[in-house]
């Protein structure tokens, strides 16, 4: 299954609503968030239908309790979740008086669902300013969607691209992570909340990229996260 958070495009919601993409249209379902989506056991009233080309998909977990960036299984660094932007959003990041290149870092991640399982699985543009020193490199932009898809239609496996401009510069495989044992090390000691975010690691880099350029990164399985650098 295939959900989101949408709106009509005539009809611009900050939030959105619920939906479940089937083919070329969305169903609105009867939850406010995907949080309280998958609380409430992964099902819900359907409401309207809409064409999937009358509608904005926006971050399908608008406000994560926590985000974790993964570079093994028992190895990561929290991210900001104040950070989150959606598909076809601009990227911002310059200094006083001038734009500044970025790089990206593509992840897939998994997003809980209720009682510490995995919700379903997302694609992450973990964008970093290179000028910035750690922490806060990563702590202006972290897109996320423009879907999630559950795990019993995820792909294990997926291969992905990452493209500027239309052109590809990177093509990588997103598989041989062990989400489980990620997840059992993250909730290790605290507690794990529906709409956390687990990223795994990026297979690669983009460095580089310039102001103006729309960045898409396509995971099989996942859809296609598009992006730009804000000119």
Not at 22 to 36: I, K, N, P, W
Not at 88 to 108: G, K, M, Y
Request: proline share 9%; hydrophobic share 45%.
């Amino acid at each position: 299954m295939r959900l989101c958070m949408f709106h009509p495009v005539d009809h611009p919601l900050e939030r959105g609503w619920v939906g479940r993409i089937d083919g070329d249209h969305v169903t609105q379902l009867a939850a406010q968030t995907l949080q309280s989506y998958f609380t409430g056991g992964g099902s819900a009233r359907e409401h309207a239908v809409y064409p999937l080309a009358g509608v904005r998909l926006l971050a399908p977990v608008l406000h994560p309790p926590s985000v974790r960036l993964f570079t093994s299984e028992t190895s990561f660094e929290f991210a900001n979740p104040a950070a989150i932007l959606g598909p076809n959003t601009e990227v911002e990041h310059r200094t006083i008086d001038h734009w500044l290149a970025l790089d990206l870092w593509p992840r897939v991640a998994a997003v809980i669902g209720a009682k510490d399982e995995i919700g379903g699985f997302t694609i992450v543009a973990d964008w970093r300013a290179p000028d910035r020193s750690p922490p806060k490199d990563r702590d202006f932009a972290l897109g996320l969607g423009p879907v999630v898809v559950t795990p019993d239609e995820a792909p294990a496996a997926p291969q992905g691209t990452v493209r500027t401009l239309g052109d590809v510069v990177l093509d990588a495989a997103f598989g041989g992570f062990d989400w489980a044992a990620a997840r059992d090390f993250a909730a290790a000691d605290t507690t794990l909340k529906p709409g956390d975010i687990i990223a795994g690691p990026a297979p690669g880099v983009v460095q580089g990229i310039e102001p103006a350029t729309v960045v898409e990164v396509e995971v099989d399985g996942l859809g296609a996260l598009s992006q730009s650098v804000r000119p």
